[in-house]
């Protein structure tokens, strides 16, 4: 019996050392997760907070039991210490966190935002009592597999102050799932809610004010912290799903989908190669083979099995995120499937024309066409194969170009006999190749239009080397050249709707960057306000400035301009007619023009105090000089440049806030003239002759003004 309790318990260990590594993790991959989607939400930054606190505690935790396992190691109890860096962090973390989402809900408190400074400088206090002083943990009573620190006299007043800061933060989480109105926030704060508070009270040091007697089987609090381990990693996944969508500029099925493959990829695929890692050791005795051996196999196949995995379950998930939208992203799945790319397009003209030179037993053959709408085609595709006479090189047709526009110019009412040139009148129109007239005869070589199935179109020319001086086809020949003139056309006329496909996209691109910019400011656990719909918060000083000190820093290129909340102004929306609809050359614009509202007038001094601003905006930004060269021709120190090259920001964000608010005004001018403007009358239908004779003829016109 002993044997076997001794196995379960080996058993349980082992589980529980794969639970916190599989946390830790979880953990770090969520980290990143928001480090690359949702860094501008203080909801996800805090969130990452209450993360690192996790991983802090949890390493600790693991390097502690690995310790314990290794007779020569005495590092235990330092391990131990190390990993109250999140015990004593993780009461602050958890009320920053609560009172982010109070703020969303528009709920703020100044006494809140300073009991969280409070608390961060307590929670640094505790560390750096329990990492070099008995006050708050002593040092560390041993029972076996089952390592604790004792308590010191503060313990119990940090005990209290530790669950006291969770129960606040706890009923903040709470009021701000109240204070929540939408139906999808409401829910999202129920899942917030409820496992909010594991990671805070799985990771308290129980053992420190009750240890574990002997005589108690030790089983029993293995089974114990197994499973608030399991309880933690799942509460801080459903924290982490929550959060995903706080500042993210993307709708909330693509959220999902990306969330879900994330954490397949990631954090799920890294955990089962570090569990077959820990197991490998465990079984190697049983198979006779080394047991890293058996590990780097069963990683291996872990990841490969994964990746499989996820290719097959990944049109199914899709379209079980989306639910009532899953008609919509089967057609984009769909759509994404059969695209044919100008690689794909070539590769199949060239199996195409190898076939027709095996048929015909021709030494070259040739396709040209061009996909651009406009008529003067500047870079057409060519595919060409075999070997052409030493007159084509550099990818050039082995024909004239006057060859290939007569055969283009060909229209299906009109069929050209390349003979006598002679145009056969009154013949009806034929959908693709049919017989030998079909071709034209230029040089020695036989060309075929390709026609659009509606034969309203030609799409390309295909050409080949004439075997004789006349095409003379046998009936297989003649069929075999109709097949592959049909699939040539149609491949042709399927990338040609692509490629408008294509473009329509393009000019949707940043129609729909902005919506998903827009949508992202509104997500909030509470009803969207008109605020939310603003485009940037104007009147909100120290932000606006900020954003505007962050896109000049960067005002010749860089993500910082490219992906500014300033994009969003009306005035940059203005500009952007001026831009051809490219956004950030439109913000540079406005910050070019703010900056030269900013010039005196009169003639330009490097030293007169009215051109200072101006002068640094101009020989920093514009010219792009460093800030010694800029300071030596403005005869200044650099610490006085800084200074003042705060001052000159704060100008510039100053002017493009009057920029925004002209704009804003001139918009509800124009929506003002658009209401003054006379309304069409529905007319009413009535008998012959029964007219008011007061009313003056209607005469209806073919436009309306514009609602």
């Known amino acids: 019996m002993d044997a076997f309790t001794g196995a379960v318990l080996g058993a349980v260990q082992l589980l529980n050392r794969i639970t916190v590594t599989g946390i830790l993790v979880t953990a770090f ?26 991983i802090g505690m949890y390493l600790g935790d693991l390097l502690a039991q690995v310790s314990e396992l290794d007779p020569r190691a005495d590092s235990a109890e330092l391990w131990l210490r190390l990993q109250w860096i999140g015990v004593a962090c993780i009461p602050a973390a958890s009320l920053a966190l609560s009172d982010s989402l109070l703020r969303a809900t528009g709920e703020s408190s100044p006494l809140r935002r300073l009991a969280i400074r409070i608390s961060y400088g307590i929670g640094a206090a505790t560390f750096f009592l329990v990492l070099v002083t008995p006050l708050i943990a002593t040092p560390g009573v041993s029972t076996e597999g089952l390592t604790h620190l004792t308590p010191g006299p503060l313990f119990y007043l940090f005990t209290l102050y530790y669950f006291g800061s969770v129960a606040w933060a706890t009923y903040n989480v709470f009021e701000a799932r109240r204070r929540s109105l939408t139906a999808t926030s409401k829910r999202r704060m ?24 002997a005589v108690f089987p030790l089983l ?46 990631g ?25 890293i051996f058996i590990g780097l196999v069963a990683s291996a196949t872990i990841i490969l099995m994964v990746q499989w995995f996820i290719d097959m379950v ?51 053959a040739f396709v040209t066409t061009c996909l651009a709408d406009d008529e003067a085609c500047a870079v057409p595709i060519n595919v060409i ?58 040089g020695g070589y036989w060309l ?14 295909m050409g080949l080397a004439a075997r004789t001086a006349e095409p003379d086809l046998s009936d297989e020949e003649r069929e075999g050249v109709a097949v592959l003139v049909a699939q040539a056309a149609r491949a042709l006329e399927d990338a040609a709707k692509q490629r408008r496909a294509f473009e329509a996209l393009e000019r949707l691109v940043p129609e729909a960057d902005d919506m998903q910019r827009r949508m992202a400011g509104t997500r909030n656990p509470a009803a969207p306000t008109v605020a939310d719909f603003e485009r940037i918060p104007v009147d909100n000083h120290d932000d606006f400035t900020q954003l505007v000190r962050d896109a000049l820093s960067q005002y010749w290129g860089g993500p910082k301009l490219a992906e500014s909340p300033l994009l969003n102004l009306r005035v940059v929306s ?128 073919g436009s309306s003004p514009r609602q």
């Open 574 to 701: 203005e500009a952007m007619k001026q831009e051809n609809g490219n956004a950030t050359k439109a913000l540079r614009r406005v910050l070019a023009e703010a900056m030269e509202r900013l010039k005196p007038d009169g003639t330009r001094s490097f030293t007169a105090a009215e051109w200072m601003l101006y002068n640094i905006l101009e020989l920093k930004i514009m010219q792009n000089m460093k800030v010694r060269d800029v300071a030596r021709k403005l005869v200044m120190s650099e610490s006085d440049l800084y200074r003042k090259q705060r001052a000159a920001f704060e100008e510039v964000a100053r002017i493009v806030a009057e920029m925004e608010r002209e704009a804003r005004k001139r918009e509800q001018q124009t929506a003002w003239l658009h209401l003054d403007e006379p309304q069409p009358q529905a007319a009413r239908p009535q008998p012959a002759g029964e007219a008011d004779a007061n009313e003056e003829p209607v005469i209806a016109t």
């Open 190 to 213: 129920t899942y917030f809610a409820l496992a909010f508070a594991a990671p805070a009270v799985g990771m308290f040091p129980y053992l420190l004010p009750v240890g574990w007697p």
């Open 220 to 265: 029993v609090p293995w089974i114990g912290i197994l499973l608030v381990n399991m309880g933690v990693g799942a509460a801080i996944t459903f924290m982490g799903y929550t959060v995903a969508y706080f500042g993210a500029s993307a709708p909330d099925r693509v959220i999902k989908r990306r969330m879900v493959k994330y954490l397949i990829r």
């Open 267 to 291: 954090p799920l695929t890294a955990a089962a190669v570090i569990t077959a890692l820990v197991l490998s050791t465990r079984v190697e005795r049983w198979l006779d083979l080394p047991g």
């Open 29 to 54: 991959a969520l980290v990143i997760y928001i480090g690359l989607y949702n860094r501008r939400s203080p909801i996800a930054r805090d969130y990452a907070i209450v993360l690192a606190c996790v």
């Open 448 to 461: 075929i239009p390709l026609r659009s199935q509606d034969v309203r179109e030609v799409l390309g020319v």
């Open 314 to 364: 990944q049109p199914t998930l899709d379209r079980l995120i989306a639910g009532d939208d899953a008609e919509e992203v089967r057609r984009l799945q769909q759509f994404s499937a059969r695209l044919m790319t100008t690689s794909d397009l070539t590769q199949y003209l060239e199996n195409i024309l190898a076939a027709l030179c095996d048929l015909l037993r021709a030494r070259t």
């Open 385 to 442: 194969i075999g070997n052409f006479t030493p007159d084509g090189s550099n990818g050039a047709l082995p024909v004239p170009p006057d060859a290939v526009r007569s055969a283009s110019a060909l229209r299906p009412a009109r069929t050209l006999n390349g003979a006598n040139d002679a145009a056969v009148e009154g013949k009806p129109a034929r959908r693709a190749f049919e017989a030998e007239n079909d071709f034209i005869v230029w």
